[in-house]
Each structure stands twice: as C-alpha cells, then as structure tokens.
C-alpha cells in the first residue's frame, strides 16, 4: 500500500509539472493572456448577464420611445437604438447568443468530422477512404458562407436554421485534419501491437489514435469559436440568422448602418463587440497553439 501511495504521488507529481510547464509556455505569449482575458470576461458576462445589466427589459419586444436614439451617457453607457433599447445590454445578451451557436455548431461539425476522418485514415485506400474524401472535397470546394447563404434561403430565417447551416460546412475541416493524423499514426508500433492484442475497431480509433488528435482538434476549436461568430453574424447582417427581437450582434449592426453616421453609436459598439469576441478567441487559440507546438523544455 505504501509503494502505491508513492507511485500515485509521482504521477500527480508530473502531472502537475507538466500543466505549470504548458502554463509557462501559454504564458510567455502577452497576447494570448489577452486574449485568455477577453474571453473570461465575456463568457462571465454571457453567463451573468441577467446579474449585470440594468435594462434587462431590452432584449425582448420592449419600446421605450422617449429614451429612443440617445447618444452614450452614464445612463446608456452605448446608447440607445431607434426603439429605446439599451444596446449595452443587448451587446451583453448577444455573447450569449453568439456562444451558444458556436458551441452547437462545433459541437456538431466536430462530432461528424472526427468519427468520419478516423474511419477513412484508418481504413485507407479502401472505397470507405476513396467515398468519404470525395464528399470531403466537394463540401471543401464551396466557400463556407456562400452554403450557408444558400441554405438559409430557403429555410425559416432564425438562429436555429443558422446552426444547422454551419453544422453542414463546418464538419470538413476536422474531418481532413483528422484524416491527415491518423494516416501518419496508423502504421505506428503501438498500433500493431493493440491490433495484435485483439482489441476492437472502435477500441483503435477512440482509444488509441484519438488521443493524438486532440491537441490540434482543441486548437483548431478554439479558432474555429471566432469564425463560427463571424459567419453567423454575417447571416444575421443580411436578414437570414437571428431575427428581431433577438438580441445578436449581427442584426444589430444591420439596425445600425441605415442611420449612419447620424445614429453611429447603434452599429459601431455592436461592431466592438463582435470584434473583441472574434479577437479574444484568436488570441486564445494562438496561445494554446504554442503551447502544443513549442517543443519540450
């Protein structure tokens, strides 16, 4: 019992060595503990928001018209739009809505891309392989907005037919990155061996050649939070994401832009917004890049 005590103490050991020697990589990156910054503080605002805003009154079908077009004071700290709404608190509520797509979407898009890249890199040269890469490719052949843009057209313009738009496209690139992966680890020793042990299909993908996929699959998630935004909310902007009243940072740009450069508070602090949110994620990802890249010291 005392010699096991001590093993599982020298592992916790390394364990904890290993995360404060990540964390020094991540670190030594300024920019990316911006970014780290930046995306604490709005994932506290998106969750807090109900906590954080006065005008909670402005996200749903609420018109206030006395206060409607008011420039940024200590009451409005960004203004208030055409109806009266505050458009602090609508910004504050849009991170959430902003986060919630980008979580279903990559949730979706990455469940689909992994399990279909592990399959084809693993069953390589075979027609499983040749029909998976080709439907691969076409998706890749299409720019990413122009399909979602056809989608959205003609399906029920909301956030829901936005998400499921990207969740579309969006399973390709995980799927070609993971393909690429598990070509190069499928004619690794540890491989055979587990093959030579007996062990299960699914036991090789999940359990054995998985796991040398996550640091880039946690990378490229993490850039891929800021595109999933700024794709969506480009939607928004032309009518065919969220729709009013709902509070999302593209629709609320598109408000905007007619009042221009009279009203120019409604569009640009929204346009901030959407800005720091896609920037916070970028920089974020940039760090946790190096720390999977930057060799071992």
Same mark, same amino acid.
């Given at each position: 019992?005392?010699?096991?005590?001590?093993?599982?103490?020298?592992?916790? #050991? $390394?364990?904890?060595?290993?995360?404060?020697?990540?964390?020094?990589? &991540?670190?030594?990156?300024?920019?990316?503990?911006?970014?780290?910054?930046?995306?604490?503080?709005?994932?506290?605002?998106? %969750?807090?928001?109900?906590?954080?805003?006065?005008?909670?009154?402005?996200?749903?079908?609420?018109?206030?018209?006395?206060?409607?077009?008011?420039?940024?004071?200590? #009451?409005?700290?960004?203004?208030?739009?055409?109806?009266?709404?505050?458009?602090?608190?609508?910004? +504050?509520?849009?991170?959430?809505?902003?986060?919630?797509?980008?979580? /279903?979407?990559?949730?979706?898009?990455?469940?689909?891309? @992994?399990?279909?890249?592990?399959?084809?890199?693993?069953?390589?040269?075979?027609? /499983? !392989? /040749?029909?998976?890469?080709?439907?691969? !490719?076409?998706?890749?052949?299409?720019?990413?907005? @122009?399909?979602?843009?056809?989608?959205?057209? &003609?399906?029920?313009?909301?956030?829901?037919?936005?998400?499921?738009?990207?969740?579309?496209?969006?399973?390709?690139?995980?799927?070609?990155?993971?393909?690429?992966?598990? #070509?190069?680890?499928?004619?690794?020793?540890? +491989?055979?061996?587990?093959?030579?042990?007996?062990?299960?299909?699914?036991? /090789?993908?999940? $359990?054995?050649?998985?796991?040398?996929?996550?640091?880039?699959?946690?990378?490229?998630?993490?850039?891929?939070?800021?595109?999933?935004?700024? @794709?969506?909310?480009?939607?928004?902007?032309?009518?065919?994401?969220?729709?009013?009243?709902?509070?999302?940072?593209? #629709?609320?740009?598109?408000?905007?832009?007619?009042?221009?450069?009279?009203?120019?508070?409604?569009?640009? &602090?929204?346009?901030?917004?959407?800005?720091?949110?896609?920037?916070?994620?970028?920089?974020?990802? !940039?760090? %946790?890049? !190096?720390?999977?890249?930057?060799?071992?010291?």
């Amino acid at each position: 019992m005392m010699k096991k005590n001590i093993f599982s103490q020298v592992l916790t #050991s $390394k364990k904890w060595e290993n995360v404060q020697r990540k964390w020094y990589k &991540f670190s030594r990156n300024h920019l990316s503990i911006i970014g780290l910054i930046i995306v604490f503080i709005i994932l506290f605002l998106a %969750i807090f928001a109900p906590f954080v805003t006065v005008h909670k009154e402005s996200v749903g079908r609420y018109v206030n018209f006395p206060e409607a077009k008011r420039p940024p004071s200590s #009451s409005y700290p960004f203004g208030t739009d055409m109806f009266g709404r505050d458009i602090l608190t609508r910004c +504050i509520y849009a991170f959430r809505i902003s986060l919630l797509m980008a979580f /279903i979407v990559l949730l979706i898009g990455y469940s689909i891309g @992994i399990t279909l890249g592990l399959v084809s890199g693993y069953f390589q040269n075979t027609w /499983i !392989d /040749i029909l998976i890469m080709r439907i691969t !490719d076409i998706f890749l052949s299409i720019p990413p907005l @122009i399909f979602a843009l056809a989608i959205c057209a &003609f399906l029920p313009r909301n956030l829901t037919t936005t998400m499921i738009a990207l969740s579309i496209t969006w399973w390709t690139w995980p799927c070609r990155m993971v393909y690429g992966i598990t #070509s190069s680890v499928r004619g690794e020793f540890f +491989i055979q061996y587990v093959e030579l042990m007996g062990a299960g299909k699914l036991h /090789i993908l999940f $359990k054995e050649i998985l796991p040398n996929c996550l640091p880039e699959i946690i990378t490229k998630i993490t850039l891929d939070v800021g595109a999933v935004i700024l @794709i969506g909310s480009s939607l928004s902007f032309v009518g065919l994401g969220a729709q009013e009243p709902t509070a999302e940072l593209g #629709s609320m740009i598109a408000s905007g832009v007619k009042h221009l450069p009279d009203l120019w508070w409604i569009s640009v &602090f929204p346009s901030m917004a959407l800005v720091m949110i896609v920037l916070g994620f970028n920089l974020l990802g !940039d760090g %946790i890049h !190096d720390v999977f890249t930057v060799g071992e010291g």
